[in-house]
């Protein structure tokens, strides 16, 4: 039998995650950039920041030429986020019947792994015309935004998470 601890640790590491990975879809600020005014680009749209008189007024547009590279962290990203949420429901499902935890370790493999490849395959986006940079190389004038490291947080989670399954399941065996 795991220790509740333990199990309940997990389930708050892949649900944190999960929340993450939700934040980082929903925020259009992978990528910021500044060209007369804050241009952020999310995974299926841009965002203008323009400053008039005393006000801010911010313009979200769906980008008709997202790279493909976006579109699949995009994919990736999503179904890491269903395997993280399948993954968090068998560890809390584990602290009744331990069985689900091997479940959840399965799930959670599934999401780092879908994840992993999102990070890597993101960055071959930078050459979109849009952002002028090249794959894996941004311009001088663009950073990392908020939702990229929303996302690597959530990848950390995972792997945490994953450590700590590994654990409990090891000291079954023994």
């Known amino acids: 039998m795991p220790a509740r601890p333990v199990v309940v640790g997990i389930a708050i590491f892949l649900s944190s995650a999960t ?8 925020t259009p600020e992978w990528i910021v950039q500044d060209l007369q005014g804050t241009v952020t680009y999310g995974l299926v749209q841009e965002c203008y920041d323009r400053s008039f008189v005393n006000t801010d007024v911010t313009t979200c547009v769906h980008n008709a030429d997202t790279p493909p590279e976006w579109y699949t962290t995009l994919v990736f990203v999503i179904l890491g986020t269903i395997s993280l949420a399948l993954s968090t429901f068998y560890a ?9 935890l091997k479940q959840s ?11 992993s ?3 890597l395959i993101f960055p071959g986006g930078f ?5 002028g940079g090249s794959p894996y190389r941004l311009p001088e004038n663009a950073g990392i935004g908020f939702s990229y490291v929303v996302f690597v947080v959530a990848l ?7 450590l700590l399954t590994l654990k409990v399941l090891f000291e079954d065996i023994h």
């Open 156 to 162: 950390i989670f995972i792997f945490i998470a994953e």
């Open 92 to 100: 809390l499902k584990s602290i009744a019947k331990p069985d689900y």
């Open 105 to 115: 370790k399965v799930g959670g493999l599934a999401a780092s792994v879908l994840f």
């Open 19 to 26: 929340v993450l990975s939700v934040v980082a879809l929903a």
């Open 127 to 131: 050459d979109a015309q849009t952002i």
């Open 117 to 119: 490849f999102a990070t």
